[in-house]
RNA sequence: GCCCACAUAGCUCAGCUGGCAGAGCACUUCCUUGGUAAGGAAGAGGUCAUCGGUUCAAGUCCGAUUGUGGGCUCCA
């Protein structure tokens, strides 16, 4: 950790500033690059929490370095262009950290280019070859890429000019901006020179399909960063660094959670301690369950083509199922557990007096996702979901909605994340009358709107059978996960399925179906998890919660009576009885982010006591043995996330 | 699925232009009986992902397969 110094300087800000408004042709003049400074606050900035997430959040400034590192991926273009004649420019946008290049170029990329362009880059800021802004008539545009023969670009011009069209807009100006003897079709804005670019570094290549569309050519794309200094360089290539040490897929194999095997692309075996946090969040999340009404029921995996066919799974999503044959006949691992649920709803009559019928399932799923797409925890082939499918009465949907609410937050404050709300409307490809749609969708406003969270809109972002309330947090690397999901269905499972109920009048009725999961795939919560806490899980959800940890042989007996103690009050607890020095088992203990480490010597031994370490370091008093049971078992049975 | 890279001991990795498979940690045994982040010594451990090819000779070069990783619209 020789780099924690440059850490400390690290600035803390908002994690996603609000996005600069589209520059007017005038703002598109450079600023100069002195003007970056006055932005530095005056007071230092909070010293991020070691090892917290907010140490690793890049929280840089990109709206002061956004035209920097435009600039920088034009020098990236020119460089390419320099090396690879006949490279065809694609686009080369600013992103977070950093900025890239598309290019379609004679052969692909290996890593071993980038060495090569970076150097052509540094000759070009050396240079200092001034940004000239220059503005061309569409049509004198056009000609201009077509005569350099940059198709990608003659694409953007002709669209630009075919959305203008059709939006009756004016077509906008087309600029142009040049740099030593590298031009490009360009919005702006840039710095004044290439020589204003900061220090840079290349991170990578990758495919890319042009516009992100399969069916067109796939580009070569190049990934660099840029920052004012070497310093904030450096800073961010180390926060890199250490995102990648805290990766779940790192952390599951030191911790001994998980494992990954050809065997089973895409499904994790689980190791003992990773189960134990399983087990745990699921009991939680039971116990959640049990005093909100709900019954737990649990349906086959192995399903027929009829049932699929019947909800329009086969129609909408064959593509990700697997599908298996026996005597003739077709079925398939259920991607979920909605329409089964039907089967027990439908088990008996049904009354008013019935609803809301809230039924969790804690179902194995397995979704064939494309191999190129699978990633740790966070994408698999197989998952358990905390499932559960609620029939409401229309007149109780928004309370309803409101409890579910609730329940996302106390589920979520057990882990300390905090739950944001999307709003997701009907997609393109969708099943069902529109009518029970747009209803679907009032509902679920209204029920926002009453319960006063803020939340934002995701038009067309539902499922392909019902609107929903999609719950993201942020992760540890800044990435936003899409975790649990509320679903309100009028269509699928009531009309498809044909669900009634009888109501005060005798009349049959139609109820409303609720999909919900809040821990969303058990899998996927638990990898965030890992990354959240960087392994060092709260002591509740700890699979280790305390090391007892004998000084000599001697002591082994005691140390074995203490771990009975508090075993006796439930908690996970090992003893370390290997031949090692105190001070190794201490290490080891630490290592694997045991919350508490207990030494036990003479002294510990005559008085009784236990005398805890804890794994921030800290040495705390020595209490009886009972004592610090009970003190655990508060803390445990809390839920205290520290 | 597509582009690129990678795959060597349980883990992290070294092994150059082909010439007898290595280190640290972990593991086993022995010595050490200790006071809050690594005590010492010895030993055991590998079909170099799989299959095929080139070669007198392949961990190394070539091809295929499988798996893993970075990515695949923050649109000039």
Redesign the pocket.
């Known amino acids: 950790m020789t780099c924690k110094r440059s850490l400390v300087r690290v600035q803390c800000r908002p994690p996603h500033p609000s996005?600069p408004e589209h520059p007017t042709m005038v703002e598109q003049v450079a600023p100069p690059a002195e003007e970056s400074d006055a932005t530095v606050p005056d007071a230092l900035p909070d010293v991020p929490v070691r090892g917290s997430a907010d140490e690793l959040m890049d929280h840089g400034a990109a709206g002061e370095l956004g035209p920097m590192r435009h600039s920088a991926a034009h020098v990236l273009a020119e460089a390419v262009l320099d090396l690879f004649p006949g490279t065809k420019l694609g686009?080369?946008?600013?992103?977070?950290?950093g900025f890239y290049y598309d290019f379609l170029l004679p052969r692909?990329?290996?890593?071993?280019d980038l060495p090569a362009i970076e150097a052509r880059m540094r000759e070009s800021i050396a240079a200092d070859h001034p940004f000239e802004l220059s503005e061309e008539t569409p049509e004198a545009?056009h000609a201009a890429l077509v005569e350099r023969d940059q198709p990608f670009?003659v694409e953007?011009?002709d669209?630009?000019a075919a959305s203008a069209a059709t939006d009756g807009t004016p077509m906008?100006?087309?600029?142009?901006y040049r740099q030593g003897p590298f031009i490009?079709?360009?919005?702006g804005p840039h710095v004044a020179s290439t020589g204003k670019i900061g220090p840079f570094k290349l991170?990578?290549?990758?495919?890319?399909?042009w516009?992100?569309?399969?069916q067109r050519p796939?580009l070569?794309?190049v990934?660099g960063t840029a920052w004012a200094t070497q310093e904030e360089l450096d800073a961010y290539l180390w926060r890199r660094d250490e995102a990648k040490k805290r990766?779940h897929?790192?952390l599951g194999?030191?911790l001994d959670l998980f494992s990954?095997?050809?065997v089973s692309?895409?499904s994790a075996f689980w190791h003992p301690k990773g189960q134990r946090i399983w087990r745990t969040l699921e009991t939680a999340m039971r116990e959640l369950q049990e005093r909100r009404g709900y019954q737990e029921i649990s349906t086959p995996i192995l399903v027929s083509e009829k049932l699929w066919r019947q909800s329009g799974h086969w129609d909408q999503y064959a593509e990700n199922m697997f599908i298996v044959e026996s005597e003739k006949q077709l079925f398939s691992l259920k991607p979920m557990n909605c329409p089964e649920s039907t089967y027990i709803y439908r088990s008996k009559k049904r009354s008013y007096r019935d609803l809301p019928l809230r039924l969790s399932e804690y179902g194995r799923l397995h979704r064939n996702e494309?191999?190129?797409?699978?990633?740790?925890l966070t994408r698999v082939r197989q998952f358990i979901q905390d499932d559960a499918h609620i029939y409401v009465r229309p007149d109780q949907l928004t309370d309803e909605i409101e409890a579910l609410l609730d329940e996302v937050r106390e589920a979520y404050s057990w882990v300390g994340l905090e739950p944001h709300f999307a709003f997701a409307t009907k997609p393109d490809k969708a099943i069902g009358d529109p009518a029970l749609w747009e209803r679907a969708e009032g509902l679920i406003h209204d029920a926002l709107v009453r319960s006063g969270v803020p939340f934002i809109e995701k038009p067309k972002d539902g499922t392909f059978y019902a609107p929903k309330i999609d719950i993201y947090i942020d992760d540890a690397l800044g990435r936003e996960w899409q975790m649990a999901t509320i679903q309100v269905d009028l269509v699928m499972l009531p009309e498809r399925f044909d669900l009634t109920y009888t109501d005060e009048a005798g009349e049959s009725q139609r109820p409303i179906a609720i999909h919900r999961a809040i821990y969303g795939s058990l899998e996927r919560f638990i990898g965030i998890l890992v990354e959240h806490f960087a392994g060092a899980f709260p002591l509740w959800l700890a699979p280790v919660q305390a090391v007892v940890i004998?000084?000599?042989?001697?002591?082994a007996d005691a140390a074995q009576e203490l771990a009975d103690v508090l075993r006796a009050r439930g908690l996970r607890v090992e003893v370390d009885a290997?031949?090692?020095?105190?001070?190794?088992k201490?290490?080891?203990a630490?290592?694997q982010k045991v919350p508490y480490?207990v030494?036990?010597?003479?002294?510990?031994i005559e008085a009784r006591t236990a005398?805890p370490?804890t794994?921030a370091?800290e040495?705390q008093p020595a209490d009886p043995w009972d004592t610090f049971a009970d003190r655990l078992a508060a803390q445990v049975s809390s839920r205290s996330i520290d």
């Open positions: 996005r686009i080369g946008p600013v992103i977070a950290d692909p990329l290996t890593p071993d545009a670009k953007i011009i669209d630009l906008p100006p087309t600029t142009f490009d079709l360009c919005r991170l990578g290549t990758a495919g890319a399909y516009r992100g569309d399969e796939m070569q794309r990934y990766d897929r790192r194999v030191q990954f095997h050809d692309p895409g494309r191999s190129g797409a699978l990633s740790g004998p000084i000599a042989d001697r002591h290997s031949s090692n020095r105190m001070q190794y201490i290490r080891a630490q290592e480490m030494v036990l010597g003479d002294r510990e005398s370490r794994r370091g040495q």
